[in-house]
């Protein structure tokens, strides 16, 4: 059964800096990582996909890393805005053998960037 | 090209009461997925439907709750006999194909059992 952890929980940073989010998971057998942010009482916004054969994304200033062989995806967010304030989520979709493409959601990332 | 709908988006229920959920995908889509974020939790899956057809549906409780995409019009979640327990944000998902593309998620419906 595939289990997402997202480190740290919860983080607050200076406007500017860079910062980087971590997710891991424990089945390596995924068809591809996203991250998506939530803002309070919102739904979900998706920031980036990053498939099995890929390495990496970028969008902006935005970028996720995937690493298969560890388990791991990082999301970097560079020259942090207030405005990026919000959850990050992480989430790998497996497939289940039962057809299940649903994705398994770590608990997230409360993002606080201080003006 | 709207985005994902879901209504309502705020449910109140009496314990024992149906609640009904709707989720209209994204156009062209032919996937829908449909989580559950309790409160304090992370978003858990429950079920992928195609149009008509169930796919999976390994994250639903097995009593009280159903879930139908029919051919025409939205995709349903249905909660029979609510309890406290249920009160939760319940999301919907669409994608064109399968999960192997972006998954573009609604904005929820916020249910209160009281």
């Known amino acids: 059964k595939q289990e997402v952890t997202q480190i740290p929980a919860a983080l607050s940073v200076p406007e500017g800096e860079n910062l980087v989010l971590n997710c891991s998971f424990t089945d390596s057998a995924i068809y591809n990582l996203q991250w998506f942010r939530q803002d309070p009482g919102k739904g979900l916004t998706s920031l980036l996909l990053?498939?099995?054969?890929?390495r990496e994304q970028t969008s902006g200033r935005l970028n996720a890393s995937l690493d298969k062989s560890s388990g791991r995806s990082t999301l970097y967010i560079a020259a942090s805005q207030p405005g990026d304030s919000a959850t990050y989520l992480c989430?790998?979709?497996?497939?289940?053998?039962?057809?299940?493409?649903?994705?398994?959601f770590g608990k997230g990332t409360h993002l606080i960037i201080q003006p | 090209n709207a985005g994902v709908m879901q209504n309502p988006r705020h449910l109140v229920r009496r314990r024992g009461q149906e609640a009904r959920l709707r989720c209209s995908p994204m156009?062209?889509?032919?996937?829908v997925y449909w989580y559950r974020q309790l409160p304090e939790e992370g978003l858990k899956f429950m079920v992928y439907l195609q149009k008509e057809n169930i796919i999976d549906e390994s994250g639903m409780p097995k009593e009280r709750f159903s879930a139908e995409f029919p051919k025409e019009g939205p995709s349903i979640l249905r909660i029979q006999q609510v309890v406290r327990g249920d009160s939760a944000a319940y999301f919907c998902?669409?994608?064109?194909?399968?999960?192997?593309?972006?998954?573009?998620f609604g904005p929820g419906t916020r249910l209160l059992v009281l």
């Open positions: 998902a669409s994608s064109p194909r399968t999960s192997e593309e972006t998954q573009y």
């Open positions: 990053i498939q099995s054969s890929q």
């Open positions: 989430a790998a979709s497996v497939y289940s053998g039962g057809g299940a493409d649903g994705l398994t």
């Open positions: 156009k062209g889509h032919s996937h």
